[in-house]
């Protein structure tokens, strides 16, 4: 191997398994990395750690993925001795070279040489009408409240929407022992079905999925698929969960919490600071960094993992190796050309699974059509979707971000990462056009919510001044 021409600074954000095996490769290469995640501990999103003083297995945390959990969590052990870690860190802001933190140590400013963002994925929501009552939630964060606090949501809950998470949270509740009172799938059975020969590329998940199915539905919990959802019911919490099934007919189940879901999209607001350009992806109908294959997002930025394309864990690892690999060569390693060929040669076997996956549930987009006006579509401004309507009637505003000027959705707390993808198909349904003209909310600084009192801690440069101005104002 070659000598390192230069000891370069590398940033990475994320401490799932596209950043760790990413960290891995990168140190044992000798490189200067400082790692950045928002969390206690390692892990991200599918191997989140419990907190201290909670003594659950891995087998009964993590089911059949717990020897890949452990493997990274080890791997993170051994990682971290030789790198800088910043944990409970939000990185909320990039520019010029710099990213701006916000962890225990309050606000501060990290140069960088090269970033690598590995920041994984949120859940995807479509509104309806008591999506913002007490009791909902998103079916991450209901995994989140048992992988994490070993809590159930509610003692008798509902899951819908669809999607691969919608059968692992609702078989992890059953299997807990929680009351799961229904799971309400809106992919039919035909999907699956029809896409079920493009999964036999990952024959181990797809018997992982059929088990999930099986399991819910020998456990005698309701179960439907190709059913619309219409209304969460209640006054002050959740009470019920109000839907269509395949035949027309309406039902109604008590519950006393719901936690739903479409998939997931990615986390890019990072690249997106930095210029990186967005491609739309028509399948998932969602925007996603592009890249040149191997991670390369722009000069000295790097992506890897779900924050770039939804992939899952096992494509994350990969990513995340490949983008190292990437970040070697141009600083001028020679790098092992065979591994390479092979990560891309797993990865082309993935993105077809993926995209089989992605057809067997597809997102119900055509359901926010149908959403009655005053049904909230932002949540952080209350702007409901009849204030959208009549904006778009009235001021006819052609692309996103001239709605959001206009009437303020995606303006809030979350800056669009919650209501931003519907609010788009919300413009593109009413105005008839294709959803990839409507385009996507640009990310906008601080790209997470800050604490108020930030404003105040803020670096004194121009930078610094220019957004305290601009948090004090909002
Ligand atoms: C809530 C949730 C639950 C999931 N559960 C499962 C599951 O049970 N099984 C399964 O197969 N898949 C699950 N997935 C999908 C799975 O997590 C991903 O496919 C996989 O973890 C992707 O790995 P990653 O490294 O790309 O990102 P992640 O594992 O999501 O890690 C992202 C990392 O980035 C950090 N981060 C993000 N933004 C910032 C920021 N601005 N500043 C600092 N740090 C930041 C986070 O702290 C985290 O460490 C889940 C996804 C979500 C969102």
Known sequence: MSAVKKQEHIAVVGAGPAAIRAAELLH??????????????????????????????????????????????????????????????TVWNAWRSELYLHGPDGVKKLPYDRLLTATGAMDRVIPLPGWTLPGAFTLGGSQIALKHQACSIGRNVIFFGTGPLLYLVAYQYI??????????????????????????????????????????????????????????????NVSGFRFKTAAGAEQFIDCDAVAFGYGLKPESQLPELLGAKMTFEPQQRVWQVEHDGNGRAGNGLYVAGDGTTIGGADVAELTGELAAFSILKDMGHTIDQDRVAGIQHVLGQKSRFRTALNAAFPVPVEQIKALPDETILCRCENITVGEIRSTIKDLGPHEINQL??????????????????????????????????VGLLRGQAPIKPLPYDVAAELVEDELGKAIKEELLRG
């Open 175 to 236: 299997k807990a022992g929680a009351h799961v009172a229904g799971v309400f799938d809106t992919s039919s059975f035909w999907s699956k079905a029809k896409a079920s020969m493009g999964m036999l590329t990952d024959i181990r998940a797809l018997r992982l999925g059929m088990r999930y199915r099986s399991y819910i539905k020998s456990s005698g919990v309701a179960f439907a698929e190709g059913i619309t959802p219409l209304e969460i019911s209640g006054e002050e």
């Open 404 to 437: 959001k000027a206009y009437c303020r959705p995606g303006m809030g707390r979350c800056q669009g990462r919650i209501c931003g993808l519907s609010a788009a198909e919300l413009l593109a349904q009413e105005t008839g056009k294709p959803i990839e003209e």
């Open 28 to 89: 044992s290469k000798g490189c200067t990395i400082t790692l950045i995640h928002e969390g206690p501990k390692s892990g991200g999103n599918i191997y989140k750690q419990q907190p201290e003083g909670f003594v659950r297995k891995a087998d009964e945390l993590y089911g059949s993925e717990s020897q890949k959990a452990k493997a990274l969590h080890q791997t993170f052990d051994v990682v971290k001795a030789g790198i800088t870690v910043c944990s409970d860190t």
